[in-house]
C-alpha cells in the first residue's frame, strides 16, 4: 500500500519505517528541511534501538523516501498518518494547530478518496474537528474518510512496540476505512493481537486513559515510596509483594523521581483539562501531577538536607539525562529540574549520558561540563546521583566510584544498587522508598 507519514518525529518516524518494513511504499514528510536533508542523506534524526537497521534498509530498497513536499507526499497514498506534535497549549489544553493545519492542507490537495489517520494524541472530538476543518477545503465530490489511530509506542522499545503491537487501536465509522485499516496492520498482529475497531471518542480517549493510568501507578508507588521511608519499609519489597497479585501485575511499580517524557506530563494535563471543560471533577489526574511535581525535586532535596540546606560551592556527578534509559529524548526530563535546582544552589554539575548529551549541550551549552564516559564524571565530585536506569550503570566498579569522587556518596533516583553492597562498599547511599544506609 502507498502511505504517507506527515511529521517524521519519534513516531512518525518508527511509524513511516516499520510500515515500509512489510512492503508498503512510504513517503514521510517534514517541515524541518535540516531534518528531511539528513534523512534523504540516510542518517537518522533520532536514537531509537533497533530503527537504524529498518531505516537503511528500506531506503536502499525504495520503500523509504523523505520530503518536505506535502503534495509531493500525498500524491500516491491511500493512506495519509498525521504523527504531528499535539504540546501543551496556554491552558494545558493540548494545542492542535499543527493537527488542524495539515489537515487543512492536506483537504485542499486532495483530488480522490483518501483515508486521513491521526495518530497524533489528541483529546475527545478532534476527529470532528479535522473533519469541520477538511470540509471547508476540499474539493466538491472529492470522499475521505477521518480515521482515530492512536499509538502506544515507547520510546526505546518503539520498534518492537511497533512491530508487535499489544494491541492496535483503531477509531472509525467508515467501512472502506476500518477494510484499508485491517489490511494495513494485520501483519503487525500475526501473532492474534487485537486490532480494537471503536467509535473515534472512543479511541481518541484510549489513549489518554492509557497515559494517565500509567502516570497514576508510577505516582501512586512514589507515594508507597516516601511512606515507606517514614515507616522503614522498602519499597522494593513491596512492590515485589504486591506485583504478584495478578491483578496488579509486575511492570511499571518501579518507585523513582517522576515520570518524565514528552507524553506523561502532557497527556494527564490534557485529559485533566479536557475533564473540566466538560465540567467533571477528575480528582484523581490533580493529585497524581501534584504527586509528581513533588517527586522530582525528591532527589534534591535529599541532597540538600545531607549537606545542611547549603549547596554552594560543591560539585556533583549526574548519570543519566534521557528522561528513560535507550532514548536520546530529554523532553521534561526530571535531570532538566534537578540540574536547574542544583545550579540555583550555587552547586556545579559533570554529567554523562550514553544518549542525551547532545541534546542537553544544545539546551545548556556551558552550564555544566559533559564528560566522556561515567567515571570521568566522577572526578573530584562531592557526590553521584543517579538519575535514569540506563543498563550502563547498573553495575559499575564501585572501587573506582569511590576512588573517583571526593567522598563516598551516592543519591540513586532510580534503586539501581543492592542496598548490602552499598554498606559493604562503605558508601553513603540514599535512594527512594528505601532505607539510608553510611
Ligand atoms: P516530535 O516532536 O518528535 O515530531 C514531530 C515532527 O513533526 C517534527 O519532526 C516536526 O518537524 C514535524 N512537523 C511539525 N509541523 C509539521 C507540519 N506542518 N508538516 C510536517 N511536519 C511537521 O513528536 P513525537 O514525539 O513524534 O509525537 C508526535 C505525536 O505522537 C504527539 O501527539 C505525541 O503526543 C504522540 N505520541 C508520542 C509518543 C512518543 O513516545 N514520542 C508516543 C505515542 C504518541
Known amino acids: 500500500m502507498r502511505i504517507a507519514v506527515v511529521g517524521t518525529g519519534y513516531v512518525g518516524l518508527v511509524t513511516g519505517t516499520c510500515l515500509a518494513e512489510t512492503g508498503n511504499e512510504v513517503v514521510c514528510v517534514d517541515i524541518n528541511q535540516k531534518k528531511v536533508e539528513m534523512m534523504q542523506q540516510g542518517q537518522l534524526p533520532i536514537y531509537e534501538p533497533g530503527l537504524e537497521q529498518l531505516f537503511h534498509r528500506n531506503i536502499a530498497q525504495g520503500r523509504l523516501r523523505f520530503t518536505t513536499s506535502l503534495s509531493e507526499g500525498i500524491e500516491e497514498a491511500k493512506i495519509i498518518f498525521l504523527a504531528l506534535p499535539t504540546p501543551p497549549g496556554g491552558n494545558g489544553a493540548a494545542d492542535l494547530s499543527y493537527v488542524l493545519g495539515a489537515a487543512a492542507d492536506i483537504a485542499g490537495l486532495l483530488t480522490s478518496y483518501k483515508v486521513i489517520v491521526t495518530k497524533s494524541t489528541v483529546p475527545v472530538g ?49 467501512e472502506r476505512a476500518r477494510k484499508l485499516m485491517a489490511e494495513l496492520y494485520g501483519p503487525y498482529v500475526r501473532q492474534g493481537n487485537p486490532i480494537i475497531f471503536m467509535d473515534e471518542r472512543s479511541s481518541e480517549l484510549t ?11 508510577i505516582s501512586f508507588m512514589n507515594e508507597i515510596a516516601n511512606l515507606c521511608e517514614r515507616v522503614g519499609a522498602d519499597v522494593d519489597m513491596v512492590r515485589k509483594g504486591i506485583g504478584a497479585d495478578e491483578r496488579i501485575g509486575r511492570r511499571f511499580l518501579f518507585a523513582g ?30 493529585a497524581v501531577m501534584d504527586v509528581n511535581q513533588t517527586q522530582k525535586r525528591m532527589l534534591v532535596e535529599k541532597v540538600s538536607n545531607y549537606y545542611q540546606g547549603d ?24 535531570a532538566l529540574e534537578i540540574i536547574d535546582a542544583l545550579l540555583s544552589a550555587g552547586a556545579t554539575v559533570s554529567a554523562f549520558d550514553p544518549e542525551g548529551m547532545n541534546n542537553v549541550k544544545a539546551l545548556l551549552g556551558e552550564k555544566i561540563t559533559f564528560a566522556e564516559n561515567p567515571y570521568a564524571a566522577l572526578e573530584g565530585a562531592d557526590a553521584l546521583l543517579i538519575v535514569t536506569e540506563w543498563q550502563l550503570f547498573r553495575t559499575p566498579d564501585f572501587e573506582r566510584v569511590g576512588s573517583l569522587l571526593k567522598a563516598k556518596v551516592i543519591f540513586d533516583g532510580r534503586n539501581l544498587y543492592d542496598i548490602q553492597k552499598m554498606i559493604d562498599c562503605g558508601f553513603y547511599y540514599n535512594s527512594i522508598g528505601r532505607k539510608v544506609v553510611g
Open 207 to 217: 489513549k489518554y486513559a492509557a497515559n494517565s493510568f500509567l502516570a497514576t501507578k
Open 257 to 286: 523521581i517522576g515520570y518524565g517524557g514528552s507524553c506523561f506530563p502532557k497527556d494527564v494535563q490534557a485529559l485533566a483539562k479536557s475533564a473540566e471543560e466538560n465540567h467533571y471533577d477528575f480528582k484523581i489526574l490533580d
Open 126 to 174: 478532534t476527529a470532528d474537528k479535522v473533519t469541520a476543518i477538511m470540509q471547508q477545503h476540499i474539493r466538491e465530490g472529492v470522499s475521505y474518510a477521518v480515521v482515530s489511530n492512536p499509538e502506544f509506542l515507547r520510546e526505546g522499545v518503539a520498534v518492537e512496540d511497533f512491530m508487535k503491537p499489544d494491541r492496535v487501536v483503531v477509531g472509525t465509522s467508515d
Open 311 to 334: 549547596l554552594s560551592g560543591k560539585h556533583f556527578a549526574l548519570w543519566g539525562l534521557a528522561f528513560k534509559p535507550e532514548t536520546d529524548d530529554i523532553r521534561e526530563a526530571p
